[in-house]
C-alpha cells in the first residue's frame, strides 16, 4: 500500500522515497491499431517507454502522432493491440482510482458549480470529509478561483474552466496523473500564468506526472524528462532529460542557456519528424516547417 | 487623479476594475490625513465611508462579537477597511481604528459606490465578491458576514449569481415589455380578429355566413345568462376546464413518471435498448386517434379510456426525447467521472441524468402539447364534460358560438399548462438558466 494518506499536497521527501516504483509506468512494445483487414491504421507502434516515478514526464509529438491514443490506453478505457502496460508492476486492466486522467475535451460538468466539481471525486468515493473541503478550499485559493467557487462552469473563462480542472484533478492526490493538452487553446499570457500554476502544484506534491502537449516550451518548461514522438505510427524517438533547476520561474528558464540548448536539440528532432510527414504532404507539417525556421533564426539571432 | 487611479488599483476589491471606471471611483473620492493616534472610528459608529490606505499604517481591531479568527489587523497602503459601509443591512462600524503614524486616506461613500455599479452590475457583482473574499479571507470573519454584500439583482449580467425560475420569469416580461414583441403580438391579434370579423360578419363571405362571428362569440362568453349555456358566469364552464385540466394532469404525470425512466434506460443501457426500442419505435408512429376503438375496447367507463389516449402520446415524446438527451451527453463526462471515481451506478445519477436533463424537458414541452392534442381527439370520442367534448356536442347541437368559446380557452388553457412546465424546468436547471442568461438569451 502506499505511505501517503495525508491529502495535503506537502508530500515530504521522505514519503517520496519511501514508495519507490510505487506510481511507476512501463509501457512495453505497445502498439495499437483501428479498424480491421484492408483498412487497419496502425497508431502506436511498438512503443516502449517508463515514466518514472515521482518525475513530471512531458511528452511532445507533431499533432495527430497518436498521443490522445496513448492517453485513452493508459486510462485503461482502451486496451493495446498487442504489448503491455504496467502500473508499479501490475498490468492495467480498466480505468483505476491510481491514475487520475484529465482528457484533451474539458469535461467540467455543467451542472455543478466549480466547487461541487471540485468536490467531485472525493465525494463519489464517499470521503467528503472536513479534510477534503479544506482541500478544496486551497486548491481555489490555490488556482485564484475563490471567488467563482459557486460559479458554474459556463460562467467562467476558458482559462477559469482549465484551472478548475486541475483542482478537480489535483485534490484526488493520486499516485499518478495524466494530462492531455490541459492548456490548448489558451492565449499566451493565461498559458504562462497556467504553467506556472501548475508547476507550482506539481512542485509541492512531486507526484508522477505525465504531460501530454504540441508545444515545445511548455514541455521544457515544465518537464523532468522529455520524450519526443515521432510521427504516426507513434513511438517515442528520443528521451531528454531536462535538468533545470526547480523551482522554476518563466524569465529565468527561458534566458538559461541550457534550456535554449535542450529545446534546440528537441526541435531539431521534432522538425525532422515534421519532414516525414510533410513529404507525405501533410498541411500541419508544412505549417510546423515554416514556424521552425523562424524560430531557429531567431534562437540564432538572439 | 492618476495617483488615486493608481492606490485603487492596488486595493484588493478593485483589482478587476477597468480604468474608466476606477476613475469615476476616484471621482468620489475624498482625500484626508491624521496624526498619529487618531481615531477615525469606533465601533458601532454610523459607516457611511470606505477607507482606502494612501500612506502610514492604521491599527484595525475588530469588536469580540464579530466572531473573526484574528481581530488586530494592521492596514498599510493599499489595504481597505471601512466595508461595513457597503455591506447590506450592517450600517454600524463593526471594529475600531487607530492610526499608528501620520497616516493618509482616502474615504469613498459605500451608497455611492454602490450606486455607481448599478449601471455596470456585472462589474459590481465581481467587485462585491472580492469584498467578500476580502472580508472573509483578510478579516477572517464569518461567511455570514461576507454574504452581506450586495448583489446587483435587476440586471441580465447578474442574472448569472441570483436567477432562479421566478426571477427569470419576471425578468423575461419586463424585458419583453420593453421589446417591439409585445406590440408587434397585439397588431398580429388585430390581423386576425380583424379578418374574422370583417369576413364573417362585415362581408359575410359565402360558406362564412354560418360561422359564428366576433361579436356574438364575445357577447357570448362574457354573458351572464348566455343563449347557449356556456360563458364564463357559468359552472359548468369550469367543470368542462376542470374535468380536462384533471385529465391531463393525470395523464402527463404518468407519462413523464414512466417515460422518463425508461427514456434514461434506453439511453444508458445497450442491452436494454436492443429489447425494448424496436417495439417502442413500431408502437410509436400509429397515431393516436388509431387507438380510440382498442381503448374504449380495454377500458371500461368514458374516463378512463380518455386518459389512456392522453398518456400514450405524452409518454412516446418523452421517453423518446429523454433517449436522445442521453445520446448526446459527451462522452467526456462519463469518462471524466469515471477517472475520478465514480461508480457505473454514480455515474448515471450524477452525470447522465442531469446532462439529459434540457432535453427532458423539451421533451415535456412537447409532450404536454400532444397530450392536449390527444385529450380533444379523446374527448369528442368517448368521455362525457371536457373541453373537446364541449366543441363536438356544440356542434352536434348548432350552437356555434360554444364552439369557438372551447377552442379559445383551449388555447388559452394549453399555453399556460406549457409556461408551467418550461418555469418549472428553468427551476430545475438553473446551472443551465445561468449559461443561457450569460449567453444574452
Ligand atoms: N477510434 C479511432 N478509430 C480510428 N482512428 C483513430 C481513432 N482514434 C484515433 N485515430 C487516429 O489515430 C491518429 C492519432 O490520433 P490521436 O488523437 O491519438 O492524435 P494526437 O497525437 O492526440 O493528436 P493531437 O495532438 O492533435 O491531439 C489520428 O490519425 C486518428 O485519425
Ligand atoms: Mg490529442
Redesign the pocket.
Known amino acids: 500500500m502506499t505511505t501517503d494518506i495525508s491529502h495535503g499536497l506537502s508530500a515530504t521527501s521522505a514519503s517520496v522515497s519511501s514508495k519507490v516504483n510505487a506510481g511507476e509506468i512501463t509501457v512495453s512494445n505497445v502498439s495499437k491499431s483501428y479498424g480491421a483487414g484492408l483498412f487497419t491504421k496502425e497508431v502506436i507502434k511498438d512503443c516502449s517507454f517508463t515514466i518514472e516515478c515521482n518525475k513530471l514526464t512531458v511528452m511532445i509529438g507533431p499533432s495527430g502522432c497518436g498521443?490522445?491514443t496513448l492517453i485513452r490506453l493508459l486510462a485503461g478505457f482502451e486496451k493495446p493491440t498487442t504489448g503491455d502496460i504496467k502500473l508499479g508492476g501490475k498490468p492495467i486492466t480498466g480505468p483505476g482510482r491510481d491514475r487520475l486522467v484529465v482528457f484533451?475535451e474539458s469535461a467540467l460538468f455543467p451542472w455543478m458549480t466549480t466547487y461541487e466539481n471540485i468536490m467531485y471525486g472525493p465525494r463519489a468515493r464517499g470521503e467528503d470529509t472536513q479534510e477534503n473541503r479544506d482541500q478544496a478550499d486551497y486548491l481555489l485559493e490555490k488556482v485564484g478561483l475563490t471567488a467563482f467557487r459557486k460559479k458554474y462552469p459556463p460562467q467562467l473563462s476558458g482559462g477559469m474552466q482549465r484551472r478548475a480542472e486541475l483542482a478537480r484533478a489535483m485534490i484526488n492526490n493520486p499516485e499518478v496523473m495524466i494530462l492531455?493538452?490541459p492548456f490548448r487553446g489558451l492565449d499566451c499570457m493565461s498559458k504562462e500564468l497556467m504553467w506556472e500554476y501548475y508547476a507550482g502544484l506539481y512542485e509541492e506534491s512531486r507526484r508522477t506526472n505525465f504531460f501530454?502537449t504540441t508545444d515545445i516550451d511548455e514541455a521544457i518548461f515544465l518537464a523532468d524528462r522529455l520524450l519526443i514522438m515521432s510521427n504516426v505510427p507513434g513511438q517515442v524517438r528520443a528521451t531528454i532529460e531536462v535538468d533545470l533547476p526547480r523551482p522554476r520561474r518563466l524569465a529565468f528558464v527561458f534566458d538559461s542557456e541550457r534550456a535554449n540548448a535542450v529545446k534546440m536539440e528537441a526541435l531539431s528532432l521534432l522538425h525532422e519528424e515534421a519532414m516525414k510527414s510533410f513529404t507525405g504532404g501533410s498541411k500541419a507539417a508544412a505549417d510546423f516547417v515554416e514556424a521552425y525556421s523562424r524560430r531557429s533564426s531567431k534562437a540564432e539571432a538572439g | 487623479m492618476d495617483q488615486l487611479v493608481t492606490l485603487l488599483k492596488r486595493a484588493m476589491p478593485f483589482q478587476m476594475v477597468p480604468d474608466d471606471t476606477l476613475k469615476a471611483i476616484a471621482g468620489l473620492a475624498k482625500y484626508e490625513s491624521h496624526a498619529q493616534g487618531d481615531v477615525i472610528y469606533h465601533i458601532g459608529d454610523y459607516a457611511d465611508d470606505i477607507y482606502i490606505v494612501s500612506s502610514g499604517s492604521v491599527q484595525h481591531t475588530l469588536g469580540i462579537g464579530t466572531q473573526a479568527t484574528h481581530l488586530d489587523k494592521t492596514m498599510r497602503s493599499g489595504d481597505v477597511f471601512g466595508w461595513a459601509a457597503v455591506l447590506e443591512n450592517q450600517r454600524s462600524r463593526l471594529a475600531k481604528t487607530v492610526c499608528l503614524e501620520r497616516t493618509e486616506l482616502i474615504r469613498i461613500n459605500g451608497e455611492d459606490l454602490i450606486n455607481l455599479f448599478k449601471a455596470s452590475p456585472a462589474l459590481g457583482d465581481v467587485v462585491m465578491s472580492r469584498f467578500a473574499t476580502m472580508i472573509n479571507k483578510e478579516f477572517t470573519l464569518p461567511e455570514a458576514v461576507a454574504a452581506q454584500v450586495p448583489h446587483f439583482t435587476q440586471a441580465q449580467a447578474t442574472m448569472a449569481t441570483m436567477a432562479t425560475g421566478l426571477t427569470l420569469t419576471m425578468f423575461r416580461v419586463s424585458q419583453w415589455l420593453k421589446s417591439p414583441k409585445p406590440y408587434l403580438m397585439l397588431i398580429g391579434f388585430s390581423i386576425l380578429l380583424g379578418i374574422w370579423y370583417f369576413t364573417v360578419e362585415v362581408w359575410k363571405l359565402p360558406r362564412f355566413e354560418d360561422m359564428p362571428g366576433l361579436t356574438v362569440v364575445v357577447k357570448e362568453l362574457f354573458s351572464k345568462d348566455p343563449t347557449y349555456g356556456l360563458s364564463l358566469y357559468t359552472p359548468e364552464y369550469y367543470q368542462h376546464v376542470w374535468v380536462s385540466l384533471r385529465r391531463i394532469g393525470i395523464a402527463f404525470f404518468l407519462a413523464t413518471i414512466l417515460g422518463v425512466p425508461l427514456g434514461l434506460f434506453l439511453g444508458w443501457s445497450k442491452t436494454f435498448r436492443e429489447y425494448v426500442f424496436p417495439v417502442f419505435e413500431t408502437l410509436r408512429p400509429i397515431p393516436i386517434l388509431a387507438w380510440v376503438p382498442l381503448a374504449i375496447l380495454m377500458f371500461s367507463g368514458s374516463e378512463t379510456p380518455v386518459i389512456y389516449l392522453t398518456f400514450l402520446a405524452s409518454f412516446f415524446a418523452t421517453a423518446l426525447n429523454t433517449m436522445l438527451g442521453v445520446e448526446t451527453i459527451d462522452e467526456s463526462y462519463s469518462r471524466a467521472a469515471s477517472c475520478l471515481g465514480a461508480s457505473k451506478w454514480q455515474t448515471f445519477r450524477e452525470v447522465i441524468v442531469p446532462g439529459a436533463m434540457p432535453f427532458i424537458f423539451t421533451g415535456l414541452q412537447i409532450s404536454i402539447g400532444v397530450a392536449w392534442f390527444s385529450l380533444v381527439a379523446g374527448e369528442m370520442v368517448s368521455g362525457q364534460f371536457g373541453l373537446g367534448y364541449v366543441i363536438n356536442t356544440s356542434y352536434t347541437m348548432v350552437r356555434y358560438p360554444t364552439i369557438v368559446i372551447g377552442m379559445v380557452t383551449l388555447g388559452a388553457v394549453g399555453y399556460t399548462t406549457s409556461a408551467m412546465v418550461r418555469m418549472a424546468g428553468d427551476y430545475m436547471m438553473q446551472w443551465r438558466v445561468r449559461e443561457l442568461a450569460l449567453g444574452g438569451r
Open positions: 498521443k490522445s484533451q492531455d493538452e501530454v
